[in-house]
Every structure is written in structure tokens, then in C-alpha cells.
């Protein structure tokens, strides 16, 4: 089992910037896929973001340019860096590893950004 705690979420106005973290109970070495989803009311989750095991990032195009996946093996955490917020980008924000072809999820930490 995996346990994964998001953290980094919170207000801000738009424009402004979020660093979001996701932390694994072990490590995520052997992972060769992490992501970040989010969810906003009423609508389906989203693939936003996701790196391999070997570092390659994908996006989605409405975060490209903005959003930057990372992650630091040694601390067991996934990042994503959010600039320029913008009021559409208001969302629960969870995070997924794939770890022994099993995926699992954090419980999700909420961005919103309003003026």
C-alpha cells in the first residue's frame, strides 16, 4: 500500500502562482508513471499533468505553458508548479502514482482563484 498526502493548495488571486506537493508513505523510484488530476464541480477529473519514470512530461493544452510536473525521487514527492493562475483552474487538485501496476490516490487539496 501507498499513501499519498497533496499539500501547497489554497487562494490565490489570478495571475498568481501555487506550488502543489505530493508525498509518498514509500518510495516511488519504481513508478513509471505520476500524475495530477483535478476535479471542479460538476465536471468529470482531468488528466492535467503526468512525468514517467524516466522524467518525460506531458500536458494537457489548457495548463501548458503554466504547469510544470516535476518530481524528487529521494523525498518521495511529486510536484507541480502552477503560474498564472486563472479563475478556470479553480479545482480539487489529486495526485496519482502508478507503482507495481497498481494506481493509487491522495485524498486531494483544493486551489481556488478568484479576484
Known amino acids: 500500500q501507498v499513501q499519498l498526502v497533496e499539500s501547497g493548495g489554497g487562494s490565490v488571486q489570478p495571475g498568481g502562482s501555487l506550488r502543489l506537493s505530493c508525498v509518498a508513505s514509500r518510495s516511488i523510484y519504481a513508478s513509471n508513471f505520476m500524475a495530477w488530476y483535478r476535479q471542479a464541480p460538476g465536471r468529470e477529473r482531468e488528466l492535467i499533468a503526468s512525468i514517467t519514470g524516466g522524467g518525460v512530461t506531458d500536458y494537457v493544452d489548457t495548463v501548458k505553458g503554466r504547469f510544470t510536473i516535476s518530481k524528487d525521487v529521494a523525498r518521495n514527492t511529486v510536484y507541480l508548479q502552477m503560474n498564472n493562475l486563472q479563475p478556470e483552474d479553480t479545482a480539487i487538485y489529486l495526485c496519482?502514482?502508478?507503482?507495481?501496476?497498481?494506481?493509487?490516490w491522495g485524498q486531494g487539496t483544493q486551489v481556488t482563484v478568484s479576484s
Open positions: 496519482n502514482v502508478v507503482l507495481f501496476l497498481k494506481g493509487y
